[in-house]
């Protein structure tokens, strides 16, 4: 009995396991997802990069002076302020050079000046005689006018009387009574008055008398010898007083014989002297017309030579512009100033290749680099260049510094791809901005730069994200249900910033602390489910592998 007992117990014990498992077998099975709980955080879009650092201020000091280096008064890594003296080349030579330059020039200007100053004085003095009338050329021609127009007059005088005298010869040929004899003595007689009237040579006569005319050119300088022959004017006036003396006689001979023009003077004698007259009035006329001429040509010439004096002051002026010579020195002068090598700017002398003893053209000297500004040479990926901008913020990193950050800019981009280029890469700069970074000159960085940033969003990993059946982008989240449990619920988001890790929820009914799921791929809209810490890994399906590595699942 106790045997049937214990057998039936088993039996039942069989038959209850039996329906246990049918019953479990028929109940679903509720996932055991990952999960996290939603919060805040900094998004940025980045574009990686990398460059060698260099300086952003760096110059290179050479020189085309040929003299060799005397003295070098750096070494690499002084640090130098702009002006400060690098080296100093044999400037000896040059120093020679600029002396006897300097004398010649000195003594070629102070030769020319004197030139100019003389012939200035002759210039002045020429104009200062003819504007005064101190000439003593023009005054002897003015003399000798005056002279040859007294002449004149008297030779008129003379030729008047002989024509006179002859003309009453003539007409009393034909008479014999004394009283015409008395009448031609009488009118022969009036000639004596001429001589003593004019007798006196020096006394002035007015040359618009002569057809000379009154002004002088303002050219003249009374340096022309006009020598006009004042004695054969005094020998001219000599023979017509002479003249008058022998007409007067003739006049008188008549007069005692009282025959008239047969018994006195001939008529034959009065004729000569009158052909006598007519010949000194001709002479007369010509020596003055002479005179007029050669005081004419007396101004003319004090013309040209006060032009002469002119222009020589022109060509001596032109000669003593000695400007090229002056640029010459100057030039040298320079050449001397610049023979002092000097730093271009502050900073930090990192080569030295001037030796003492060689050219300064023998290449680059010295090179100096502000190290306090330090850019990036890098480039960026034609793919990439769309979202760079200048500004744009960079963060730099480089292993000799760590895990150290240092914050940059984008300081240039060129506007066309590198040349030969194979991967289509434009050439670009980045300003590094952090002070007393860890960076040197030379060193390899790796670097972000930051297209887009947003502080403080929304935002979940890239194995949170799923799609519905239409396509758009939705998550999961743990919704707690009154007996503890938790069902999983689809919620449609609108997308943002993405990064290489986070992508931003732009529209959601999402808030900070819910529970999202990090395995979509695992649960449906409504279905119940268990969670997991977030780092849990679970490597049984592809999908959760590719999850964890924030590969985001194709559409």
Do not use: W
């Not at 000091?61 to 690098?86: E, F, N, R, W």
């Amino acid at each position: 009995m106790k045997k049937k007992i214990i057998v039936g117990a088993v039996a039942a014990l069989v038959v209850a396991g039996l329906v246990t498992t049918v019953v479990l077998a028929r109940q679903p099975e509720i996932p055991a997802v990952r999960s996290m709980s939603l919060e805040r955080v900094d998004l940025q879009e980045l574009v990686e990069i990398s460059g060698n650092v260099q300086s952003d201020e760096k110059k290179e000091v050479y020189t085309t002076l040929s003299y060799p280096v005397q003295d070098i008064h750096v070494k690499v890594g002084d640090k130098v302020k702009a002006g400060d003296v690098l080296c100093a080349l044999d400037t000896r030579e040059l120093v020679s050079q600029i002396e006897i330059r300097t004398a010649q020039l000195n003594a070629a200007q102070t030769s020319a000046d004197d030139k100019i100053r003389q012939t200035q004085t002759q210039l002045n003095n020429a104009q200062s005689a003819l504007e005064n009338n101190l000439n003593p050329n023009l005054l002897d021609s003015e003399a000798s006018i005056a002279r040859a127009s007294n002449a004149l007059k008297e030779a008129q005088i003379t030729y008047d009387a002989a024509l006179r005298a002859y003309n009453d010869s003539l007409n009393s040929a034909d008479s014999s009574s004394s009283s015409e004899v008395s009448s031609s003595s009488t009118k022969i007689g009036e000639l004596e008055i001429p001589v003593s009237r004019y007798g006196s040579l020096a006394m002035p006569f007015p040359l618009a008398e002569a057809g000379v005319p009154d002004g002088l050119s303002p050219g003249y300088n009374g340096s022309i010898d006009i020598n006009l022959n004042t004695s054969a004017l005094e020998f001219e006036i000599q023979g017509l007083q002479d003249l008058l003396e022998q007409l007067t006689g003739l006049s008188s001979m008549s007069a005692m014989s009282g025959l008239g023009a047969s018994g006195g003077a001939s008529t034959k004698d009065l004729k000569d002297v009158l052909d006598k007259a007519t010949i000194a009035l001709d002479n007369a006329r010509l020596n003055l017309q002479n005179a007029t001429n050669s005081r004419a040509a007396l101004i003319n010439s004090t013309n040209q030579q006060i032009q002469g004096y002119r222009d020589s002051i022109t060509s001596a002026q032109i000669a003593a512009n000695f400007e090229a010579d002056y640029l010459q020195l100057q030039k040298l002068q320079d050449d001397l100033l610049r023979a002092t090598i000097s730093a271009p700017i502050s900073g930090t002398v990192t080569a030295v290749n001037a030796k003492v003893g060689v050219p300064g053209t023998s290449g680059i000297m010295f090179t100096v680099e502000n190290l306090d500004r330090l850019k990036i040479n890098t480039t960026i990926k034609e793919f990439d260049i769309g979202s760079v901008a200048l500004g744009q913020k960079v963060i730099i990193k480089s292993d000799a510094t760590g895990d150290e950050e240092y914050e940059g800019e984008i300081s240039m981009i060129a506007p066309t791809i590198k040349a030969n280029s194979q991967t289509s890469e434009f050439e670009s700069e980045v300003r590094v901005s952090s002070k007393n970074t860890g960076l040197r000159v030379g060193m390899s960085t790796r670097m972000n730069i930051v297209t887009n940033e947003k502080k403080q969003a929304l935002a979940v990993p890239y194995e949170a994200l799923a799609y519905d059946d239409g396509g758009a982008d939705i998550v999961y989240i743990a919704e707690l249900q009154s007996d503890g449990t938790y069902t999983a619920r689809q919620i449609p988001v609108k997308l943002g910033i993405e990064t290489d890790f986070y992508i931003e929820l732009l529209e959601s009914p999402l808030k900070d602390g819910d529970i999202v799921l990090l395995e979509p791929a695992l649960v449906r809209d409504g279905d119940r489910i268990s969670l997991r810490d977030r780092n849990a890994m679970d490597a049984a399906s592809a999908n959760d592998v590719d999850a964890l590595l924030g590969m985001r699942p194709n559409r």
